[in-house]
């Protein structure tokens, strides 16, 4: 997999710094992908606190 998982958020991202929590903590290992496109309207994205429209990964190992 070519992109990379920052741990502390779950985000999928492709630099070495996740730019939203700014973490370094990256992950080249990871599995599962939900696509959040409405953050306020998903259940998914309330039960993994996620709160903007993006990738992330489901399990970092």
Do not use: F, Q
């Not at 973490?23 to 998903?42: C, H, M, Y």
Request: charged content about 35%.
């Amino acid at each position: 997999m070519a992109e990379k998982v920052c741990r502390k958020c779950m985000r999928l991202i492709n630099g070495d710094t996740c730019e939203i929590c700014e973490s370094s903590d990256l992950a080249e290992e990871w599995t599962g992908l939900v696509v959040v496109i409405d953050p306020l309207k998903s259940e998914i994205a309330k039960r993994m606190n996620i709160d903007l429209a993006d990738k992330y990964a489901l399990k970092v190992r």
